[in-house]
């Protein structure tokens, strides 16, 4: 008993320091991403749970997120220029309740909506960008986690994007199904011009942005991302290119974080 009783200002004290600790370890700046240069970052206003994809327009922020206590998911809508939160929709459908990486592509935001495990089951959703209404819904028999528009192909990518699938939007083609050249397990991903640009994780605390060309199904382009800090609010302690992100020229921009969560704004070299 006495032992326990000089053990008790001490732990007070260690318990005194903690507030501050956290202070201190919730990093205001990142690791960053390599050959990039962090401008800015923007705070999204309301609530966000586990974030997952990023989308964006000149005046729009999207985001799709997955409330895993309550087994839903969403997709959320931004003032880009203020971060003020317009709206979100449910996207959840029954088991299936996991959004992912979206591309967005003549007036369509296309998000797989996923049960939350591998080889299990998905629809791909088409979403109206101007009124976020449900256009049309295909199901498809395996976890799809992320999508990229390239013409009338959307390509996908499943549980850790170890699979790639093509599919013809317009219904006249098979689907195909394509190796992830990478190890990277990409959660996010865009076309810029014939180059599919995929973000991912490696582990907890490091990234890749990957640069794959189409026609030949090689990674032209590697750039290493760090972490967020594990301290909320300011990081789960995921790499930057973890979850959302996507990509304007030589303008990057990720959500790492879940919420309350921020946009970092990266500037590429050329």
């Known amino acids: 008993m006495m032992f326990v009783r000089s053990l008790r200002p001490a732990l007070i004290a260690l318990l005194a320091m903690l507030p501050a600790f956290s ?3 919730s990093p205001e700046r990142t690791d960053g991403i390599e050959r990039a240069r962090l401008l800015d970052t923007l705070q999204l206003d309301g609530e966000l749970f586990h974030v997952q994809g990023l989308e964006m327009t000149p005046q729009r922020i999207w985001v799709t997120s997955v409330d895993r206590r309550h087994h839903r998911g969403y997709i959320h809508e931004f003032d880009r220029a203020t971060g003020r ?17 979206m591309s967005i592509a003549r007036g369509s935001i296309w998000v797989p909506v996923a049960e939350n ?7 791909l959703v088409e979403i109206d960008a101007a009124t976020l209404t449900v256009r049309r819904r295909v199901s498809f028999p395996d976890h799809l986690g992320c999508v990229a528009i390239l013409g009338h192909q959307l390509v996908a990518g499943n549980w850790d994007s170890r699979l790639l699938y093509v599919f013809d939007l317009t219904g006249q083609a098979r689907t195909r199904v394509l190796s992830n050249p990478s190890d990277t ?12 640009v995929a973000g991912g994780s490696r582990g907890l605390f490091s990234g890749t942005v990957d640069w794959i ?4 199904m090689t990674v032209a382009r590697t750039l290493r991302a760090g972490a967020v800090g594990p301290v909320r609010p300011f990081g ?10 996507t990509i304007e020229g030589r303008d990057l921009f990720v959500v790492p974080e879940d919420g309350p969560s921020r946009v970092f704004h990266f500037r590429l070299d050329a």
């Open 236 to 245: 789960r302690g995921g790499p930057l290119t973890g979850e959302g992100m």
């Open 213 to 216: 060309d189409w026609s030949t």
């Open 23 to 25: 202070t201190a370890a």
């Open 185 to 196: 397990h990409y959660q996010d991903m865009k076309f810029v011009g014939r180059a599919l």
């Open 85 to 101: 939160f317009v709206r979100r929709v449910d996207l959840t459908d029954g088991p299936r309740y996991h959004p992912g990486g």
């Open 117 to 123: 495990r591998p080889d299990s089951t998905s629809q």
